[in-house]
């Protein structure tokens, strides 16, 4: 790990139990951990941040995975109340609204660097930041519904606080990708690396210096791509990107056995801990990081490229969408369904237009293709 200013930042370094999200806490001197992460179990009225939210209903589920990495085991029936999950990672374009209407500056923007893959590792980059995902020469223009990256779990828990929101807990998140029937991936069982169902470690990935990256498939990313590109990898409840993309933060204090005496209702997660639940995968991960029971840390003033969140809240609000057959039609219309898939977010404007010209309901071909290259320029 590299020091890079010792008068203003002190780095401590941390390693994720992949081995794969290595990276540093910022600490800026004089401020203390932000206390948020208190779950909120109030809240009502439409987040601040306008996000189409999904509905989950309280009932039980199976949560972790006998055939899953130790972490993940034992499987075991949990039960939830009910709560309401952002449909899609938050974007830039929300997080720009958030910053806008507060004048919040990320820890990232603050310390003058974060973390960003390169040259086969992530690596402390200069003047990188949610503005800035691949360094100060890069920029987020053409990029505003790509999900914001380069937030630590604190800046992650102020958004959410502004939108009225906060993060799920790591069950929650669970819950609402992989539903009742207990699927590898949120689209089912099927395998993983086809490029079809999500942004993962593919050709893109291995072009851009990770080594891992599967050659024999390409999702047409190399890092992230914008939220709602892959309808056939929607999980159960119809949330986008909980496979790849991003690994999403969560709230809860990670512990590796935490599944053996964990409660069975509404488990919070541990009182305390050094890092905090990741979820999900990113674009740079292979299928094992990508299965819905799969579970990572990352210390919780890690601020990357590769991990961005959702909101959560904990109660249904009239109107949201239950995704399935009891979706009304008016509902479905209203944020963007056709048929059974989502075709987009339509308050993305950006994508929404692109898709637009393609004609396509469901997975917008043409208009991927003309996203394969990074749309991120390097720095
Ligand atoms: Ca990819």
């Not at 130790?70 to 952002?86: E, G, N, T, Y």
């Not at 990670?254 to 599944?259: D, L, Q, R, S």
């Not at 009304?328 to 308050?347: D, L, M, N």
């Amino acid at each position: 790990m590299e020091a890079i200013d010792t008068r203003t930042i002190r780095m401590i370094r941390c390693l994720a139990l992949t081995g794969l999200t290595l990276c540093a806490t910022i600490v800026l001197p004089g401020k203390s951990v932000d206390p948020a992460g208190t779950l909120t179990r109030s809240g009502a009225g439409k987040g601040a941040d306008d996000c189409p939210m999904v509905a989950i209903p309280a009932g039980e589920f199976v949560l972790g995975a006998d055939d899953g990495s130790a972490d993940q085991r034992p499987a075991h029936r949990v039960r939830l109340d009910a709560f309401s999950i952002d449909l899609y990672e938050v974007t830039n374009l929300r997080f720009d609204r958030f910053v806008k209407a507060t004048g919040y500056r990320t820890v990232a923007e603050r310390a003058g660097h974060s973390f960003a893959w390169k040259f086969v590792q992530w690596s402390t980059a200069r003047g990188a930041d949610w503005r800035h995902p691949r360094g100060p020469r890069s920029s987020i223009d053409g990029a505003m519904n790509h999900p914001v990256v380069h937030v630590t779990w604190d800046d992650a828990s102020a958004f959410c606080r502004w939108a009225g929101k906060r993060l799920p807990t790591e069950a929650e998140w669970e819950r609402a990708a992989r539903g009742l029937d207990g699927r590898r991936y949120s689209w089912g069982s099927r395998e993983a690396h086809t490029g079809r169902y999500a942004n993962f470690a593919d050709r893109q990935a291995k072009l851009a210096g990770v080594p891992w990256g599967h050659e024999g498939f390409d999702d047409g990313f190399a890092f992230t791509a914008p939220v709602g590109t892959f309808p056939e990898g929607a999980g159960p409840h119809g949330l986008m990107d909980t496979t790849g993309n991003v690994w999403e933060w969560c709230h809860d204090w990670y512990e590796k056995t935490y599944y053996v005496t964990s409660p069975v209702k509404d488990p919070p997660g541990p009182a305390s801990g050094e890092t905090r639940v990741v979820r999900g995968g990113s674009w740079a991960n292979h299928a094992a990081f990508l299965r819905t029971t799969a579970r990572d840390s990352s210390n919780p003033g890690c601020a990357s490229d590769a991990i961005g969140f959702r909101c959560a809240r904990s109660r249904q609000e009239p109107g949201l969408l239950y995704r399935g057959a009891r979706a009304a039609p008016a509902t479905a219309q209203k944020i963007g369904i056709s048929g059974s898939r989502y075709r987009t977010e339509p308050r993305i404007k950006t994508w929404s237009a692109t898709v637009a010209t393609t004609g396509s309901p469901t997975r917008p071909r043409a208009a991927r293709s003309s996203l394969r290259k990074p749309t991120i320029a390097r720095p």
